[in-house]
């Protein structure tokens, strides 16, 4: 299982960190800042999800009018996750 580290930009959260297995499965999909609860909920829910599947269905939601959302930029860290392994 690899270990992967994003600086989300734009959001509240100010880190995402996660764990991707040999599969593409996510686990221990963590935020640090946001909004604790929204956020713990996210990671409970992708826990042993495809990160194919789960960048796609996260993509370009958006926060507020901001052009971007926390669960957005989980979407982009995975998809540099999926580039970089």
Do not use: W
């Not at 796609?56 to 392994?85: F, K, V």
Request: aromatic share 4%; charged share 25%.
């Amino acid at each position: 299982m690899k270990t992967y580290s994003f600086l989300p930009n734009g959001v509240c959260a100010r880190k995402i960190d996660f764990e991707m297995d040999a599969e593409g499965r996510l686990h221990n999909v963590k935020f640090t800042g946001g909004c604790p609860g929204n956020l713990q909920a996210i990671g409970k829910l992708v826990e042993g999800a495809e990160a194919e599947k789960i960048a796609a269905l996260l993509r370009g939601n958006d926060c507020g009018g901001r052009g971007t959302s926390c669960a957005d930029q989980l979407s982009l860290a995975i998809d540099e996750a999926l580039q970089n392994r």
